[in-house]
């Protein structure tokens, strides 16, 4: 995901009464936001603009995330990953994105280091966020992928090579055999091994 989607088609955003002051133009919101993102004080204000032309209450609900993310990807189905990944964006779990979250997870996606993107990543996997991926959680959020990239991708991607990438990852990730994957577990995996950091950079442009 990237800030283009500031500017997608216009769509009807969440209806929220709250007046949020980290997404109001005030000193101290975009202050605040510059030490916690990797933008400079122009760009937070730039996106703003796109992110509140386009959603006046400063809030997006998933349908509105869902309807943006999709027209990316008009080739196949990206309404699975849409959820999991505006989950990932809702940091306070109350079913909207706030400015805030937005940039604070786009930092992290386009400028973060390699640790804090698998950190994110993690999160983006750990579907139920109690701090373990399993196997299921991996092979939703991959078959969530091949959905969306559409069938006629190409090479050709076979009906089972969702699972057959689950199974190869989390098999190496598990290092204890406990059936989960921790964050740890995670992090030293891909960083190991090329393979898997190859594959998660090809994925970065799904995000």
């Not at 605040?32 to 993102?37: D, E, I, K, R």
């Not at 579907?127 to 559409?150: C, F, H, P, Q, R």
């Not at 891909?190 to 994925?203: G, H, P, T, V």
Request: charged share 30%; net charge negative.
């Amino acid at each position: 995901m990237d800030h283009r989607q500031c500017g997608a088609p216009r769509l009807k955003c969440a209806d929220s009464d709250l007046e949020l002051a980290m997404v109001r133009h005030q000193p101290e919101g975009l202050e605040q936001l510059q030490a916690q993102t990797k933008f400079t004080r122009k760009e937070l204000q730039s996106l703003y603009r796109g992110f509140k032309n386009e959603c006046p209450s400063g809030l997006v609900d998933e349908e509105t995330f869902k309807s943006i993310y999709s027209q990316f990807f008009p080739q196949g189905d990206a309404t699975t990953y849409a959820h999991f990944l505006f989950n990932a964006f809702d940091m306070d779990r109350n079913g909207s994105i706030r400015f805030e979250d937005f940039v604070i997870g786009l930092s992290v996606l386009l400028r973060g280091s390699v640790t804090e993107k698998l950190r994110w990543a993690f999160n983006l996997y750990d579907i139920n966020k109690d701090g373990y991926i399993t196997k299921e959680e991996m092979l939703a959020i991959m078959k969530s992928i091949y959905d969306m990239m559409g069938r006629y991708t190409f090479p050709c991607v076979k009906d089972n090579a969702a699972f057959e990438h689950v199974e190869k990852f989390f098999q190496k990730m598990d290092r204890n055999r406990d059936g989960v994957v921790t964050i740890d577990e995670f992090i030293e995996t891909c960083q190991k091994d090329e393979n898997i950091m190859s594959s998660m950079q090809l994925f970065e442009n799904v995000i």
